[in-house]
């Protein structure tokens, strides 16, 4: 693994459905992070996660949840598809969560679509 | 509410200069970056400013005025791989990043 990577890397799925998207870093950041992209509208963010066993909301956390059981892997489980959660879904990480070290390196993310 | 603007799509040609400018309205600020987006990939890290003044870095270089809330990346010596969306973030008093919905520059030889 080199970097930050993404599982699946594109997705149908029936309305209702469970789904867990998954993120896997091998750089050792402490923050991960998962954002949403929708066309016209800059990334948003989903939740986010400083360091190992904690997580937080972002600006738009309804219908979702993440898990940091350890520092490389960070999932997001949708527990019932809607189709307004069709979108780009973006994983990155940094190596800290202040600062210029808030550089975040994103993963090649994962097109989902909801029908 | 929080707010970052950027133009929507720029064209400028091969070889020339271009300036694609950002501004902002956070609740504080820890500074701001922009990102570099292929179509169909994923965002890149181009640039950080926290200070006022110009960051230069190669063909690209990122000004800051937090007075004014503005901010502009300036790439020079255009290339076609150049063509790209290029996205504003500012980071407020979480932390957090806050994003533009980037411009999308078109590059014509």
């Known amino acids: 693994i080199a970097g930050i990577t993404q599982a699946p890397t594109s997705q149908i799925l029936a309305a209702g459905r469970r789904m867990t998207l998954r993120c896997t870093q091998d750089?050792?950041?402490?923050?991960m992070y998962w954002y949403r992209q929708d066309l016209g509208l800059g990334l948003r963010l989903i939740h986010y996660s400083n360091t190992a066993g904690t997580t937080g909301k972002g600006e738009v956390p309804d219908g979702y949840s993440v898990s940091r059981a350890n520092t490389d892997d960070f999932p997001l489980t949708l527990a019932s598809a809607v189709p307004s959660q069709t979108s780009v879904y973006f994983c990155?990480?940094?190596?800290?969560?202040?600062?210029?070290?808030?550089?975040?390196?994103f993963g090649p993310g994962t097109r989902l679509t909801v029908l | 509410g929080q707010n970052i603007d950027q133009p929507t799509e720029m064209t400028a040609t091969e070889g020339a200069i271009v300036q694609i400018n950002c501004t902002y309205q956070t609740s504080g600020f820890n500074g701001l970056f922009w990102y570099q987006q292929h179509a169909g990939e994923a965002p890149t890290f181009l640039s950080y400013n926290v200070l006022d003044g110009l960051e230069e870095k190669g063909r690209f270089s990122s000004f800051l005025s937090r007075s004014k809330g503005y901010s502009y990346l300036l790439l020079k010596e255009l290339q076609m791989k150049d063509s790209a969306s290029y996205l504003c973030a500012v980071m407020d008093s979480n932390y957090q990043l806050i994003w533009g919905a980037g411009t999308k520059l078109i590059i014509k030889p």
């Open positions: 750089m050792r950041h402490n923050a």
């Open positions: 990155a990480s940094s190596d800290s969560w202040t600062g210029s070290y808030n550089e975040q390196f």
